[in-house]
């Protein structure tokens, strides 16, 4: 069965203070691990797509890191802004829906 | 607005009524998608629509859910008889190709609250 499970639940940070979440996801041929960012009373907003081992994306403070068996998201100097609920998601065996983790809500405060 | 639209926003209902919510995709986009996030839970898929092809149902948690997905662009979502474990906030997605793109774009939700 696909599953997608998230470390932390919750992370608090200082501004500047750098760290990672990861992503373990269990998939019978993995077709691509997709980051989102959801702030409070929004949907879920579109990060980033890793589709092979050894692969790298960049944006703003944000890297996301990809392996066999998990990813990270690293987060370089939070700022405040940067806080949110961050999801990590694969593609189902089918290729008709995103599989969802249940998030790692981060705090940054400044 | 050019993105994702949902309503109601907010939906209190006593429980055994039936609810539609509604979602109206980007303009252009074939496939559709219904999720459900409940307190302290991911994002749990109900189903998927693309262009006139057969819908995904496989996520819907029981018969009383049902969608559909009119001309290939507004889809409503139907809960019948509902229950207090129905409450959650339901959201809508849109994409401009096949899933394995990844890259959804989501409505605000409509939040259901069954009394």
């Known amino acids: 069965e696909d599953q997608v499970t998230q470390s932390p639940e919750a992370l608090r940070l200082q501004e500047g203070e750098s760290s990672s979440l990861n992503c373990s996801y269990t998939?019978?041929?993995?077709?691509?691990l997709f980051w989102y960012r959801q702030d409070p009373g929004k949907g879920p907003e579109f990060l980033f797509t890793?589709?092979?081992a050894g692969e790298e994306k960049e944006k703003e403070r944000l890297k996301a890191t990809l392996t066999k068996k998990e990813s990270f998201l690293h987060i370089t100097a939070p700022k405040p802004e940067d806080s949110a609920t961050y999801l990590c998601?694969?593609?189902?065996?089918?290729?008709?829906?995103?599989?969802f983790g249940k998030g790692t809500t981060l705090s940054v405060s400044s | 607005g050019a993105g994702v639209s949902q309503s109601p926003s907010n939906k209190v209902t006593e429980k055994g009524k039936d609810v539609e919510l509604r979602c109206d995709p980007i303009?252009?986009?074939?496939?559709l998608y219904w999720y459900r996030q409940s307190l302290g839970q991911g994002l749990e898929f109900l189903i998927y629509?693309?262009?006139?092809?057969?819908?995904?149902k496989s996520g819907l948690p029981s018969d009383r859910f049902s969608a559909e997905r009119t001309g290939g662009s507004v889809s409503t979502l139907t809960i019948q008889r509902t229950q207090q474990e129905d409450s959650a906030v339901y959201l809508c997605?849109?994409?401009?190709?096949?899933?394995?793109?990844?890259?959804?774009?989501f409505g605000e939700g409509s939040r259901l609250t069954v009394l």
């Open positions: 997605a849109s994409s401009s190709r096949t899933g394995t793109s990844g890259e959804l774009f």
């Open positions: 998939v019978s041929g993995l077709r691509g």
């Open positions: 890793l589709y092979s």
């Open positions: 998601a694969v593609l189902n065996q089918a290729g008709t829906a995103l599989i």
């Open positions: 303009s252009g986009h074939t496939a």
């Open positions: 629509f693309q262009g006139n092809s057969a819908p995904d």
